[in-house]
């Protein structure tokens, strides 16, 4: 997986997340850490469609 840039929900700064940092919580969620707030963020997986593999942008 590449590294994604993601919006953080809590402090709404820009992370880049990298694939080491990825920390997988079930089958459809994933989990990461944002360097800027030091919270923990969740995305869920699209399990569906061309970006089967990826985390859900939000559309």
């Known amino acids: 997986m590449p ?3 993601k919006t953080c929900p809590s ?3 820009l992370m ?3 694939e080491e ?3 997988p919580l079930d089958d459809n969620t994933i989990g ?3 360097s ?3 919270q923990s963020v ?3 997986l699209v399990t569906r469609g061309d970006n089967a593999v990826g ?5």
Do not use: A, E, Q
């Open 3 to 5: 590294t994604l840039v």
């Open 11 to 13: 402090c709404r700064k």
């Open 16 to 18: 880049w997340v990298k």
């Open 21 to 23: 940092h990825i920390k």
């Open 32 to 34: 990461v850490t944002c």
């Open 36 to 38: 800027h707030c030091h």
């Open 42 to 44: 969740r995305f869920s």
């Open 55 to 59: 985390p859900k942008m939000g559309h």
